[in-house]
């Protein structure tokens, strides 16, 4: 059974920085793209950032291009979400998500989804 | 900046059927923007009905289909039952790794 289990979030204030991880099991986590998605309050959902499986690229939006920083550990099947330079606007649910097979992991969607961590930032 | 468009709000009668949409500010929605779409009640988090078009994922009962038609990506759900309703997203494959969310359709059955 796939389980996505995000941790790290919190109270921030503005310009502070947060790492959030997601501690994946029960697939072949090396081979599979993971992602974050975030939800501010009473809002849609946003893709945040993308790190592939195979080759390890690293995929953001503009909106945290420069201040967030997505990596993986392979040996410990996690996912990690470095924020640098927090804005109000940072303010949501993050969810982990895990996406598809090597090199093609962006023709499957988000498959899996962790319950979410809150950040919130405020002073 | 591409905008993936939804509509903001539908409703359908229970045992109805309806379609929502999925669409560019400017352009048209094909198979190789790899249409995604997610269901989402409050408080919990998404989960995955439909991928790559039309492809449902595991466990979604086939009353969710997806497709595309005309220049839109479309979720259509048959039979429409009580619980169905939710907040529904697609989701675009822009290339480059970049992936962007629809505002997200507010469903409801009455």
């Known amino acids: 059974e796939v389980q996505l289990l995000e941790s790290g979030g919190g109270l921030e204030q503005p310009g502070g920085s947060l790492r959030l991880s997601c501690a994946a099991s029960g697939f072949t986590f090396s081979s599979y793209a993971m992602s974050w998605v975030r939800q501010a309050p009473g809002k849609g959902l946003e893709w945040v950032s993308t790190?592939?499986?195979?080759?390890?690229?690293?995929f953001y939006a503009d909106s945290v291009k420069g201040r967030f920083t997505i990596s993986r550990d392979n040996s410990k099947n996690t996912v990690h979400l470095q924020m640098n330079s927090l804005r109000a606007e940072d303010t949501a649910v993050y969810y982990c998500?895990?996406?598809?097979?090597?090199?093609?992991?962006?023709?499957?969607?988000?498959?899996?989804w962790g319950q979410g961590t809150l950040v919130t930032v405020s002073s | 900046q591409t905008v993936v468009t939804q509509e903001p709000s539908f409703s359908v009668s229970p045992g109805g059927t309806v379609t929502l949409t999925c669409g560019l500010s400017s352009g048209s929605v094909s198979a190789t923007y790899y249409p995604s779409w997610y269901q989402q009640t409050p408080g919990q988090a998404p989960r995955t009905l439909i991928y790559s078009t039309n492809t449902r994922s595991s466990g979604v009962p086939d009353r969710f289909s997806g497709s595309i038609l005309g220049n839109k990506a479309a979720l259509t759900i048959t039979g429409a039952q009580a619980d169905d309703e939710s907040d529904y997203y697609c989701?675009?494959?822009?290339?480059?790794?970049?992936?962007?969310f629809g505002g997200g359709t507010k469903l409801t059955v009455l």
């Open positions: 790190i592939s499986g195979s080759s390890g690229g690293t």
């Open positions: 989701v675009l494959y822009m290339g480059s790794g970049i992936s962007v």
């Open positions: 998500a895990k996406m598809g097979y090597g090199s093609g992991w962006f023709r499957e969607g988000y498959d899996y």
